[in-house]
DNA sequence: CCGACCCTTGGCATCGATAACATACTCGAC
DNA sequence: GTCGAGTATGTTATCGATGCCAAGGGTCGG
């Protein structure tokens, strides 16, 4: 027939049972059943706001009865925009990454964006820089980069210029919003809470440097520490992996003096509580230990764990939110939000235990 | 200028420094600077055979030289291909769902599909639908539907039945492909476990029935008993949430002859434990527990949990080639595929105790 | 030395929808 | 009654790349 015949007969997504052998309408189609120009029903569909309601019935009546679907590509060919937004996570399972991931899914969805993700197995800049760019192949209005990188290659500095991007708990790079949790408050109130229970001094089982949330838990359990006037004990270092958790455990364990310590994150909490056990010390008698996430067998697991919650959902929204703005409004000044983590007091916490200690030395 | 602009001034997705004002190249600009026809740049570039090594080279040339890239929309629009596969899964976090996830977006991005997500809050036969159908109107070629519904709704019937579909540990719908772990083998692997154990039956704390993975334990821990010639214990109905399994575990704690427990998931075995210690039974002495995943903190919680593990990547990959190969020949006979799970030996089974038990009463 | 055939490359029409511009039309106010 | 402001719809050009067809140029066999 014509000189080019390749959409006539390829079956793209039909909503229809597809019984009838009539090629896809078009939206010339519909126009010429509701007997309104192709234009109107661009309009109609659009939600344009100068059509006459009647029209707009017409439209959605030969809509509906021709089972028509907007064709994205056009769609997307003659407006230059996609609809899509892209995520960039981290393939590695840790509980607060999927998390954030949902919640980001849900709200672009709610907003009418498409989601596509790309995931890196790492937090090296080179595998971000290449997820990043392949979403940017991709033609995404924009990107969350939901990756706590705390240094920016030139790369990824580069990409995050020419996308409008939030980052997630991430650095700020040039062109880039930013959403976090204030990883230093949910440091704050975990180190608080077991200076409040009469603990000397609390120890950290840190995450890599790597991550930028691990460096502001770092900083804040460390200030907190300070304005107390405590002692600063040495960081332990972990990979967020129960292991690394186990590992830090046994060490701890073997020192006389500690009775509290403040993990970064749950898993690494449960390594560490199994590790004082086996060392011979009790949980919370002993020695008191509070994570990071609030991950759903916090509460399950013996002892429950006294943890810091993340609102992860509130999160994913607020970044869309903000990503959003961005695209719509590219010279609005970004400005950073964060949203507040919360303490959840369980049963791996108590007050520290015979007479000697008490609300004592208190300075500040 | 033109009565139609848009594309001409809107900033599309760049990888250049975008320090030039100059428009977005196009393909006619790369043709011009090659010296060839727009064509021959889109042959070379679509890595087309007919096209002569040096021209290629002078393309690609050009191609660099300009920061070319072809246009997403435009490619998709002529050739009818979206080259993006969709991935229904499930928003709540559990986390076998969320690293199947990302096995399939691995494999995916590997085969040089872009990944389009839809979660869906439930299990709820609408709510999946509404999924599948916001990605059907996103023109994705195929759709991995990653939910484990026993029920097939006639909506998502005639979705699947539109667009190439494989369903991972769910329900075989009538056009479509369906790859899976063998969750009867899951079970059997645990409940002979215990059996050989030497513990007289195995208790079972279930998933939901609506979902089909939790129908596959339930069947094979019964076939498993029967063949076995033991008694066949009521089973215990749970949610997949670490609270259920504490429920269930209460309940368990209080009968005197419960001896093993395969519970179908690690949340919900934690659950379990936790409560059975409540109740003062221990794990594994008094009491045997198996889960199933292996999830990161199975092997750190005391006491270790023996578990089922599940080749999540294995999975994704399958299901993707699977996909892709439906894809390109719709024809092609579905054929079910399944991979095997994992038995995982710790600390949270032991043998039976006592010199009452010992393998006396076996029949078969 | 010529025709058949393959390798390369160009021309043209086309995918389906939208933005800009233009036009017809409605309604209230002077 | 007529003019102006805005509303409702049609017309046209265009987005950017691809598929089909055909043409130019070379090779190989007879």
């Given at each position: 027939m014509s000189p080019h015949t390749p959409a006539a007969d390829r079956t793209p997504v039909t909503g229809r049972t597809a019984d009838d052998d009539t090629r896809q309408p078009g939206m010339a189609d519909v126009?010429?059943?509701?007997?309104?120009?192709?234009?109107?029903?661009?309009?109609?569909?659009?939600?344009?706001?100068?059509?006459?309601?009647?029209?707009?019935?017409?439209?959605?009546?030969?809509?509906?009865?021709?089972?028509?679907?907007?064709?994205?590509?056009?769609?997307?060919?003659?407006?230059?925009?996609?609809?899509t937004i892209g995520v960039v996570t981290l393939r590695t399972t840790f509980y607060s990454r999927a998390n954030l991931l949902f919640g980001i899914e849900a709200a672009a969805r709610e907003a009418g964006y498409a989601v596509s993700t790309a995931t890196s197995a790492s937090l090296d800049t080179a595998a971000i820089e290449d997820a990043l760019s392949r979403l940017a192949e991709q033609d995404v209005e924009g990107v969350v980069l939901s990756v706590p990188l705390v240094h920016v290659s030139p790369g990824i500095e580069r990409l995050t210029r020419s996308v409008p991007t939030v980052t997630v708990d991430g650095s700020r790079t040039a062109a880039t919003e930013i959403v976090a949790v204030d990883q230093t408050l949910a440091a704050r109130l975990a180190t608080r809470h077991l200076i409040e229970l009469g603990h000397e001094t609390v120890w950290h089982v840190a995450g890599p440097r790597e991550w930028l949330d691990a460096?502001?838990?770092?900083?804040?359990?460390?200030?907190?520490?300070?304005?107390?006037?405590?002692?600063?004990?040495?960081?332990?270092?972990?990979?967020w992996t129960p292991a690394s958790g186990y590992r830090n455990g046994l060490v701890l364990g073997r020192i006389p003096d500690v009775t509290a310590?403040?993990?970064?994150?749950?898993?690494?909490?449960?390594?560490?509580?199994?590790?004082?056990?086996?060392?011979?010390?009790?949980?919370?008698?002993?020695?008191?230990?509070?994570?990071?996430?609030?991950?759903?067998?916090?509460?399950?697991?013996s002892p429950s764990l006294t943890t810091v919650a993340q609102p992860f959902a509130e999160m994913g929204a607020l970044a869309v939110a903000r990503l959003l703005r961005h695209i719509a409004d590219p010279d609005a000044a970004p400005e950073p939000a964060s949203v507040e983590p919360v303490l959840v007091v369980r049963a791996s916490t108590a007050p520290v235990e015979g007479p000697a200690q008490g609300p004592a030395k208190r300075r500040s």
């Amino acid at each position: 027939m014509s000189p080019h015949t390749p959409a006539a007969d390829r079956t793209p997504v039909t909503g229809r049972t597809a019984d009838d052998d009539t090629r896809q309408p078009g939206m010339a189609d519909v126009a010429r059943l509701a007997g309104v120009s192709a234009q109107t029903v661009s309009r109609a569909l659009a939600g344009h706001p100068h059509v006459r309601q009647s029209t707009r019935a017409k439209v959605l009546a030969a809509v509906e009865e021709l089972g028509y679907r907007r064709n994205n590509a056009a769609r997307m060919l003659s407006s230059g925009r996609s609809r899509t937004i892209g995520v960039v996570t981290l393939r590695t399972t840790f509980y607060s990454r999927a998390n954030l991931l949902f919640g980001i899914e849900a709200a672009a969805r709610e907003a009418g964006y498409a989601v596509s993700t790309a995931t890196s197995a790492s937090l090296d800049t080179a595998a971000i820089e290449d997820a990043l760019s392949r979403l940017a192949e991709q033609d995404v209005e924009g990107v969350v980069l939901s990756v706590p990188l705390v240094h920016v290659s030139p790369g990824i500095e580069r990409l995050t210029r020419s996308v409008p991007t939030v980052t997630v708990d991430g650095s700020r790079t040039a062109a880039t919003e930013i959403v976090a949790v204030d990883q230093t408050l949910a440091a704050r109130l975990a180190t608080r809470h077991l200076i409040e229970l009469g603990h000397e001094t609390v120890w950290h089982v840190a995450g890599p440097r790597e991550w930028l949330d691990a460096a502001g838990r770092r900083t804040g359990w460390r200030d907190t520490l300070e304005e107390a006037g405590r002692s600063v004990p040495p960081v332990l270092e972990g990979d967020w992996t129960p292991a690394s958790g186990y590992r830090n455990g046994l060490v701890l364990g073997r020192i006389p003096d500690v009775t509290a310590v403040f993990v970064a994150s749950d898993e690494m909490a449960f390594g560490v509580i199994r590790a004082l056990h086996e060392t011979g010390r009790r949980v919370p008698r002993d020695i008191s230990v509070v994570g990071v996430d609030d991950i759903a067998l916090a509460e399950y697991c013996s002892p429950s764990l006294t943890t810091v919650a993340q609102p992860f959902a509130e999160m994913g929204a607020l970044a869309v939110a903000r990503l959003l703005r961005h695209i719509a409004d590219p010279d609005a000044a970004p400005e950073p939000a964060s949203v507040e983590p919360v303490l959840v007091v369980r049963a791996s916490t108590a007050p520290v235990e015979g007479p000697a200690q008490g609300p004592a030395k208190r300075r500040s």
